[in-house]
């Protein structure tokens, strides 16, 4: 196992003082249990956002923290649940009277977890509206998942969600906002490497050295096909044709095209991508009016990409470009 | 070879056209010879700020082209330095009648070939200043390279000659700032793994499942030494002693750390060497009162990363601080 750690079981405490220390002015990070709120929480009448899920998916989720996004972030171990005390804790630590969102990817322990928290948290007067993240069209059930993953749909909806909130919108109004950006988004992913959990020290699968694996999910579950690589406009068609008929597209519909890597994947190789799906939808009569490029929503050091396509309207396209401070995304300030 | 290109020929033009369709509220692809300037190129009465070198480096330098920061970048083949003419046309192409610095990384064919495009501008009435980036403490001369090679601080001395250029300041200034840059930094960096140039189709060199190569190049060049692999507060130790001690550093200094991942390296492992650094820095009472952490100047797909340091003063942070709107650094706007 060849990794950047010092002990294995250390990892995700020593990233944690590595954002402590590198982004003070935009997160504060509580240990024991963990979690990441944003510099100024809690935020007074200002409907929060927690959302969490097992490390190795960096910038997810902690990076997304601070304006205009997730008011906190709750690291589990590697690809591991965080506990339902670290969500208690952070939705105790960021809820300024107007209550909590939690947005929780489709994983049987997370929404367990979450649900857990969601319970101890109403027990004790906040109010809670739960938006679960289920966009992955690769499969309908999965290794962790009963019903579809929740992926790259998950980051849009941090944005998205969080400018609304940051609008001063009413939980209930986000959290609505935030349903439909999960009813509007869709995701495939691709592996051309497997990765792995350090704890574990060997790789989560096995892959052949001319071999890519089609739906692969952020944990390395199996995806639709195990078969030969092929050229990348191959690989993209066969992608973007799921995401894209998953739900209704018409001609002239807008887009954000998200192209994200799985951790390895370098930069130049997702502009080729990129490059192909444009060319897809511009096939299609689909245009994008919004992109993200870059490794967002990743699997250790997998090398891969996923694709997500969120349907766009005004709406969603104004919150998209509302202004966002985090250590992984930020503009207009 | 793994990788999500269609021919191995293709990969950076078609790599510039997914930039160009993702990109053009900030840049401009001109091809043929290949360059990119910025959306709002030439800007008048501004220095134009020029770099270029080998693809493979992305971002470097096609992301860093916009407001606050590059005019144009000039992308050559992988690991390949660009050609004079692409230099040329790219000069040309920006300069606003207030002149054009040269960003050259200290490669003897981006050297050779940033020297013949200024004596070509300058033919044309053009007023060039060319500022060498020689940052890299690993080694004295190197495969490409006689001297230091020039790594992470490239991407710092874009960031803060483009701001001074964007305050109006005179060509001579500007560059002088760069070259204050390049005083001020150093670097070093280390690979877990190799990389595999497109055309070659097989790694650059050979490395064994539990090695690892401190000082490497950014192009796979030897480094200092091959070893077995190490805690990450060893290695980091290691890299920043040398990087350190290079120039003299005070208790009270204020510092710049950017840690860069070198395109296979997920960002839980930079966090966590961030951590490392920040304690080693501590220890030294030299204080980091500004960072730059994820992978801005990389390999292709290697696994590994690099620590600059760059020795702030008032006016340098002051830069580094200013708007910039690229696709790769964004703040500020």
Same mark, same amino acid.
């Given at each position: 196992?060849?990794?950047?750690?010092n002990?294995?079981?250390?990892?995700?405490?020593?990233a944690?003082q590595?954002?402590?220390?590198?982004?003070?002015d935009?997160v504060?990070?509580?240990?024991?249990?963990?979690?990441?709120v944003?510099?100024?929480?809690?935020?007074?009448g200002?409907?929060?956002?927690?959302?969490?899920g097992?490390?190795?998916?960096?910038?997810m989720?902690?990076?997304?923290v601070g304006?205009?996004m997730?008011?906190?972030?709750?690291?589990?171990?590697?690809?591991?649940?965080?506990?339902?005390?670290?969500?208690?804790?952070?939705?105790?630590?960021?809820?300024?009277?107007?209550?909590v969102?939690?947005?929780?990817?489709?994983?049987?322990?997370?929404?367990?977890?979450?649900d857990m928290?969601?319970?101890m948290?109403?027990?004790?007067?906040?109010e809670?509206?739960?938006?679960?993240?289920?966009?992955?069209?690769a499969?309908?059930?999965?290794?962790?998942?009963?019903?579809?993953r929740?992926?790259?749909?998950?980051v849009?909806?941090e944005? +998205?969600? !969080?400018?609304?909130?940051?609008? %001063?919108?009413? &939980? *209930?109004?986000?959290? @609505? $906002?935030?349903?439909?950006?999960?009813?509007n988004?869709?995701?495939?992913?691709?592996?051309?490497?497997?990765?792995?959990?350090?704890?574990?020290?060997?790789?989560?699968?096995?892959i052949?050295?001319?071999?890519?694996?089609?739906?692969?999910? +952020?944990? !390395?579950e199996?995806?639709?096909q %195990?078969m030969? &690589? *092929?050229?990348v406009? @191959? $690989?993209?068609?066969?992608?973007?044709?799921?995401v894209v008929?998953?739900?209704?597209y018409?001609?002239?519909?807008?887009v954000?095209?998200?192209?994200?890597g799985?951790?390895?994947?370098?930069l130049?190789?997702?502009?080729?991508?990129?490059n192909?799906?444009?060319?897809?939808?511009?096939? %299609?009569?689909?245009k994008i009016?919004?992109?993200? $490029?870059?490794?967002y929503?990743?699997?250790?050091?997998?090398?891969?990409?996923s694709?997500?396509?969120?349907?766009?309207d005004?709406?969603?396209?104004?919150?998209?470009?509302?202004?966002?401070?985090?250590?992984?995304?930020?503009?207009g300030?």
């Amino acid at each position: 196992m060849k990794k950047l750690i010092n002990k294995p079981e250390d990892v995700v405490t020593e990233a944690l003082q590595g954002i402590a220390a590198a982004h003070p002015d935009l997160v504060r990070v509580h240990t024991n249990p963990n979690f990441l709120v944003r510099a100024d929480a809690p935020v007074q009448g200002k409907a929060a956002l927690v959302s969490g899920g097992g490390s190795g998916h960096e910038p997810m989720h902690g990076g997304f923290v601070g304006m205009g996004m997730l008011d906190a972030a709750c690291p589990g171990e590697v690809f591991t649940s965080p506990t339902p005390d670290q969500m208690l804790e952070a939705t105790k630590a960021v809820n300024g009277g107007a209550g909590v969102v939690h947005i929780v990817k489709n994983y049987t322990g997370d929404v367990m977890n979450f649900d857990m928290a969601a319970e101890m948290a109403r027990g004790e007067g906040i109010e809670v509206e739960s938006v679960l993240v289920d966009d992955d069209v690769a499969v309908q059930d999965s290794l962790y998942t009963a019903g579809r993953r929740g992926v790259g749909t998950t980051v849009l909806m941090e944005k +998205i969600a !969080g400018a609304a909130a940051e609008e %001063r919108r009413a &939980l *209930k109004e986000v959290a @609505e $906002i935030a349903r439909h950006v999960n009813s509007n988004g869709r995701s495939m992913g691709m592996a051309l490497t497997s990765c792995t959990v350090p704890a574990a020290g060997k790789p989560t699968f096995e892959i052949g050295d001319d071999e890519m694996e089609i739906g692969i999910g +952020i944990h !390395g579950e199996p995806g639709r096909q %195990r078969m030969k &690589l *092929k050229p990348v406009h @191959e $690989i993209v068609e066969m992608m973007a044709v799921a995401v894209v008929e998953d739900i209704p597209y018409a001609k002239g519909d807008e887009v954000l095209a998200f192209v994200n890597g799985m951790g390895g994947t370098p930069l130049i190789e997702l502009y080729v991508v990129y490059n192909e799906v444009n060319k897809f939808l511009e096939g %299609r009569g689909v245009k994008i009016t919004r992109n993200l $490029i870059g490794s967002y929503i990743t699997s250790l050091e997998m090398a891969g990409f996923s694709i997500t396509l969120l349907k766009l309207d005004d709406e969603l396209t104004k919150l998209w470009d509302a202004p966002v401070k985090t250590p992984a995304l930020r503009w207009g300030v």
